[in-house]
């Protein structure tokens, strides 16, 4: 069966530290893999999706980055976080086919202080 | 892209069915729909999903017009457990193919 394992649960960084955040799908090949950010009480911010290893789409640029270098690992990063960056982390994958679903990850507390 | 509008919240009792309709007004032939449910600092999970027409599975039904602008979510019989934010999406299936975009959600909430 397919697992999607996302770490660390929480964590808690200083502002301008760099930031490394990753994801593994295990149980499939060729995901569509996707990073999204939720403020509290908010919607789903979609970061960045992709469609292939070290094919990068970006939906909000600012000071995070992210990166495929396998098919099944996919990495949020950042150089020097801001205090906005604070947020609930999900990645998520999902199955190339239009009419399948997407399974989501456990999610990461990131709180910059 | 196919935007999606939803309402804001809803609320309901126990036991009673829930509608929550979405608006998709640009969306293109071979677009599919689809339900999420998120409960708080969890990921969202598949509900239901929906080409045209009805479609039912043992958690909710999906209603699309003939037209596919617009489609609704029925909860039936509702619990305190259904308290969540419900989320459509269109998934596209040409430009963006691969781009999943979440929008503000319906938060829903059931009290006894």
């Known amino acids: 069966s397919q697992t999607i394992h996302q770490w660390p649960a929480t964590l808690v960084q200083p502002v301008g530290s760099p930031l490394s955040l990753e994801c593994t799908v295990e149980g499939t090949s060729n995901p569509n893999l996707y990073w999204y950010r939720q403020a509290a009480g908010r919607g789903l911010q979609l970061l960045f999706y992709?469609?292939?290893?070290?094919?990068i789409s970006s939906e909000v640029p600012q000071n995070l980055s992210a990166s495929r270098p396998q098919d099944r690992q996919f990495i949020l990063s950042s150089k020097k976080l801001l205090l906005s960056d604070s947020g609930f982390y999900l990645c998520?994958?999902?199955?190339?086919?239009?009419?399948?679903?997407?399974?989501f990850g456990q999610g990461t507390r990131l709180t910059v202080v | 892209l196919a935007k999606t509008t939803q309402p804001i919240s809803m609320d309901s009792y126990e036991g009673q069915e829930v509608n929550i309709t979405c608006s998709h007004n640009n969306i293109a032939t071979n677009d599919y729909i689809t339900w999420y449910q998120q409960f708080p600092s969890q990921g969202p999970r598949f509900i239901i999903q929906?080409?045209?027409t009805k479609v039912t599975n043992e958690v909710a039904s999906l209603f699309i017009p003939a037209d596919r602008k617009s489609s609704t979510l029925s909860l039936p019989r509702v619990s305190l457990s259904d308290t969540a934010v419900y989320y459509c999406?269109?998934?596209?299936?040409?430009?963006?193919?691969?781009?999943?975009?979440f929008g503000a959600g319906t938060q829903v909430v059931v009290t006894p």
């Open positions: 998520a994958w999902k199955g190339r086919a239009p009419n399948t679903e997407a399974f």
């Open positions: 992709s469609v292939g290893i070290g094919q």
């Open positions: 929906g080409y045209k």
């Open positions: 999406l269109v998934v596209m299936t040409t430009d963006s193919w691969g781009k999943l975009q």
